[in-house]
């Protein structure tokens, strides 16, 4: 299947998480809370991200890649709205994630808006740019991971809750569905020649450490608050490394080497994961088929 003629629309799903329990890897607390870090991070980085591609359209003249770039951003306004729900079932659990969203609502609202922190003398087109190219950045490591979920066969066999499994792979699956728009976003408003190409490594730069660290420091934290763990348990590079070895984590290669790949100057997203394995989950997941389904009959309605 080809990227050429693939149309990216958003599928308005929704998620019953009344049944779902914390520790949704039963047994697994630590990969459990490392991929409930999606949680804490994708509500106001996909909210943000919705924010920049909207002071970007002005600047899109190539009709195909508006499309696109609007079928992205109501996907990704539907994720932050369904990772948001997640958080609102963590807290009723009595995990409680306010002390640490804080921060990444600072770091995309205050840090990376509309305008430069501190107010550093970037011209607006500038800042425009460089935020384009960490957008790009975020989703070379969104579509791994998504193409990862889709594939992780571990976690059916360690019997996660089905409904939170649906939810990431549907987000996996539209990750990889719209996996180079961004790039394409960036290529298009990002300049011209050695320049546009210096900003992309930057984003990359920037985006790839940030993340990492985030990551961590969000798995400790939800790892500390959770109730059922009552402070037994901290997190750890030992005990991540064994879900990895189990499968229900992604390796640190597969994450390390999506980097170099991005900074190939002859890179495209379009080479990541399998387009046909995203739009087959996407025809199966039940959360998708409701969409769809509900779409259809109002339709006839």
Same mark, same amino acid.
């Given at each position: ?5 693939h ?21 697994? %607390? ?12 994708? %509500? ?12 970007g ?15 992205? /951003? ?21 995990l ?5 969203t804080?921060? @990444?609502?600072f ?9 430069p ?6 011209p607006?087109?500038? #800042? ?9 950045? &975020? ?30 792979r #549907? ?26 190409? +210096?900003?992309? @490594?930057?984003?990359?730069? @920037? ?9 961590? #420091?969000?798995?400790?934290?939800? &790892? ?5 763990? +009552? ?7 030992? +005990? ?11 390796? #640190?290669?597969?994450l390390?080497?999506? /980097? ?8 495209? %997203? ?24 509900? &779409? ?6």
């Open positions: 299947m080809s990227d050429d003629h149309t990216i629309a958003p599928r308005r799903v929704s998620f019953d998480w009344e049944r779902t329990p914390l520790h949704w890897i039963p047994g697994e %607390p630590t990969a459990t809370h490392v991929i409930n870090v999606l949680h804490l991070l994708l %509500p106001a980085g996909e909210r943000w991200f919705v924010k920049v591609f909207k002071e359209l002005p600047l899109v003249t190539d009709p195909e890649l508006l499309a696109d770039v609007k079928g992205f /951003m109501g996907q990704e306004a539907t994720h932050s709205v369904q990772h948001s729900y997640v958080l609102d079932h963590l807290a009723a659990q009595h409680d994630t306010t002390d640490f804080k921060y @990444v609502d770091l995309f609202e205050k840090l990376l808006g509309e305008k922190p501190a107010g550093f003398p970037i607006a087109p500038e #800042w425009l740019r460089f935020r384009l190219a960490v957008v790009a950045a &975020i989703e070379q490591f969104t579509a791994v991971l998504g193409d990862w979920v889709l594939a992780a066969e571990a976690l059916d066999r360690a019997g996660c809750d089905e409904v939170m499994l649906d939810l990431l #549907w987000h996996g699956a539209e990750e990889v569905e719209h996996r180079a728009v961004a790039f394409d976003m960036y290529q298009h408003c990002g300049g011209e020649g050695l320049p546009r190409y +210096a900003r992309r @490594v930057a984003g990359m730069a @920037v985006t790839a450490p940030v993340l990492f660290y985030l990551w961590a #420091w969000g798995a400790a934290h939800l &790892i500390r608050h959770d109730p059922k763990l +009552a402070g037994r348990l901290r997190y750890s590079l030992a +005990a991540h490394n064994r879900a990895v070895r189990k499968g229900l984590l992604p390796t #640190w290669r597969e390390g080497a999506a /980097m170099p790949r991005y900074l190939r100057r002859s890179y495209h %997203p379009s080479q990541e994961g399998s387009l046909r394995r995203a739009v087959a989950y996407l025809a199966q997941s039940p959360a998708a088929r409701t969409a769809a389904g509900a &779409i259809g009959r109002t339709a006839i309605a």
